[in-house]
């Protein structure tokens, strides 16, 4: 299990978004449910991808999913916002943890793009 910064924080993330599948799904919510399911979890499953990558590049490229997949949280969560399945003192809360992810991968990118430059 790493113990590194992105890695905690992107596990905590996943939970917190599981519990609000489960969350609204007992709402009787399925399609956007399903969706922030699989996005909101992916992100904590490409960084600790990316820990075994096959080289830099490789490294990288899972960094970079990882990105893709919390900016289409992101609009997921906004969505849920917009459309009244959450209250905005969650989304608030999940949209800046959310946030400060995508945040430290792209610095993380961007520190391993510099690091193949030398």
Known sequence: MREDKLSIQSM???????NL??????KKESIISNQIGRSGTSIGA????AHYAHGIADFIAKLRIA?????????WLEL???TNYIDEATYKSLSSQCTSIRVML?????????NTDK
């Not at 905590?12 to 599981?18: E, K, P, R, W, Y």
């Not at 990105?67 to 949280?73: F, G, I, S, V, Y």
Request: net charge positive; no cysteine; hydrophobic share 40%.
């Open 67 to 75: 990105l893709k997949e919390a900016n289409e949280t992101g609009y």
């Open 46 to 49: 490409n960084i600790r991808e």
């Open 12 to 18: 905590d993330f996943a939970v917190q978004i599981i």
């Open 80 to 82: 849920l916002f917009k």
């Open 106 to 114: 792209i610095s993380s990118i961007n520190t391993a793009k510099q």
């Open 21 to 26: 599948v489960k969350d609204l799904k007992a």
